[in-house]
């Protein structure tokens, strides 16, 4: 499995960004996909998660301003963020695991495949 993220940026506070991240040979049927974020000096944290059937679990930091969702074909993966803050501001990864998602947000440690990150930076 490869997993490749696109669509950061730089944006001032309030505005919106689309990242994506696209999944080659990855044939789980059971999985759980995640975004993660790590700012300067901070651990990564998790932001949002889906299962493979459209379950999803979100940061309480982000809940009502961001929106996790799968394409059609299940191989991409989005993050809608809108209302973006300055403290967004982190490299976002996506990640994935062959198991499904849980009621709570997984830790880093519970994803064994991830992305090589997009930057996001929101300016005041």
């Known amino acids: 499995v490869q997993l490749v993220e696109s669509g950061g940026g730089s944006v001032q506070s309030g505005g919106s960004l689309r990242l994506s991240c696209v999944a080659s040979?990855?044939?789980?049927?059971?999985?759980?996909l995640g975004w993660f974020r790590q700012a300067p000096g901070k651990g990564r944290e998790g932001v949002a998660q889906?299962?493979?059937?459209?379950?999803?679990n979100y940061a309480n930091s982000v809940k009502g301003r961001f929106t996790i969702s799968q394409g059609n074909t299940k191989n991409t993966l989005y993050l809608q963020m809108n209302s973006l803050k300055p403290e967004d501001t982190a490299m976002y990864y996506c990640a994935a695991r062959p198991w499904p998602c849980m009621t709570t947000i997984l830790p880093p440690s519970d994803f064994g495949v991830w992305g090589q990150g997009t930057q996001v930076t929101v300016s005041s």
């Open positions: 889906i299962n493979a059937d459209s379950l999803t």
């Open positions: 040979r990855f044939a789980y049927s059971s999985y759980c």
